[in-house]
C-alpha cells in the first residue's frame, strides 16, 4: 500500500490521560499536515511540516497538543491530558510543495479518538 | 478568517441526473480549490482541483471556479447511487505561505435510484 497510513485507526482512552498517534506519508511527500474532524463539521487544519520543520501552527492547536517529524518521514501527534473535547478523527494528509503536477493533499484513514 | 460556505443538504437527486453542489469563500486570496468525497467513517477522497477560473473536467465531474464572485462549483453528471456522500469543499492560500486546508462543512448528497 503507498498510501497515507496512520495508527492506531482508533483510540480510547480516559480523561486525563496522554495519547500519541502516527502518520506515515506517501513516500515521495515532504509535506505532511494534521487535521482535525468532528461530525457534521469539515476537517479543521492543526499544523504542517516541511520535512523535519514544523512550519505553521494553528491556533487550535493549545499547549497540550505537540506534533513531531524527526527525520522527515514519519509524524507524531501526541494529545497530553486528554478532555472530553477532544474527541474526533485525526486525519493526516500529505503532499508534495506547491508548484509541482500533484500538489494536493492525500489523506491517511484516520485515527478515531474516544475520550470518555 | 477565512470561511467556506457549504449547503448542508441533504441534496437528493434522482439516478441519472446533473447534481450540483455549490460552495463560497470569504478570502480573495485563495487560489487553489479542492473537491473531496467523504463516505461516512471514512477520510476524504479528493475528486478534483483547480486553480483557475473556468471548467476543469475529468470524466463525470466538472469543477467550476468564478474568482470574482468568489465562487466554486461541482457538477456530476449521470449521477449514481455509489456517488452519494458528503463532498468537501476546500481553499488554500497559497500566496502568503499558509498551506493548510480551509473546508466546509460538506454537502450531503443523496442520488435516489
Known amino acids: 500500500d503507498t498510501g497515507v497510513s496512520q495508527d492506531p485507526r482508533h483510540k480510547i482512552t480516559k480523561r486525563g490521560q496522554n495519547v500519541t498517534f502516527r502518520c506515515d506519508p506517501i513516500?515521495?511527500?515532504?509535506?505532511l499536515y494534521w487535521y482535525r474532524q468532528t461530525l457534521g463539521q469539515g476537517p479543521e487544519f492543526l499544523t504542517y511540516f516541511q520535512n523535519e520543520a514544523q512550519l505553521e501552527k494553528s491556533r487550535l492547536l493549545s499547549d497540550r497538543f505537540s506534533a513531531e517529524r524527526p527525520k522527515g518521514s514519519f509524524s507524531t501527534l501526541e494529545i497530553q491530558r486528554t478532555e472530553q473535547g477532544d474527541s474526533a478523527m485525526y486525519l493526516c494528509?500529505?503532499?508534495?510543495?506547491?508548484?509541482?503536477?500533484?500538489?494536493?493533499?492525500?489523506f491517511g484513514p484516520g485515527t478515531r479518538l474516544t475520550v470518555l | 478568517q477565512k470561511e467556506v460556505e457549504q449547503n448542508s443538504g441533504p441534496l437528493s437527486v434522482p439516478e441519472g441526473a446533473i447534481a450540483s453542489l455549490n460552495c463560497t469563500y470569504s478570502?480573495?486570496?485563495?487560489?487553489?480549490f479542492f473537491w473531496y468525497r467523504q463516505y461516512s467513517g471514512k477520510s476524504p477522497e479528493l475528486i478534483m482541483f483547480i486553480y483557475s477560473n473556468g471548467d476543469k473536467e475529468d470524466g463525470r465531474f466538472t469543477a467550476q471556479l468564478n474568482k470574482a464572485s468568489q465562487y466554486v462549483s461541482l457538477l456530476i453528471r449521470d449521477s449514481q447511487p455509489s456517488d452519494s456522500a458528503t463532498y468537501l469543499c476546500a481553499v488554500r492560500d497559497s500566496g502568503g505561505g499558509a498551506d493548510g486546508l480551509t473546508f466546509g462543512k460538506g454537502t450531503h448528497l443523496i442520488i435516489q435510484p
Open positions: 478570502d480573495r486570496g485563495s487560489q487553489s
Open positions: 513516500s515521495e511527500h515532504n509535506r
Open positions: 494528509a500529505s503532499s508534495t510543495p506547491p508548484g509541482g503536477s500533484t500538489d494536493t493533499q492525500y
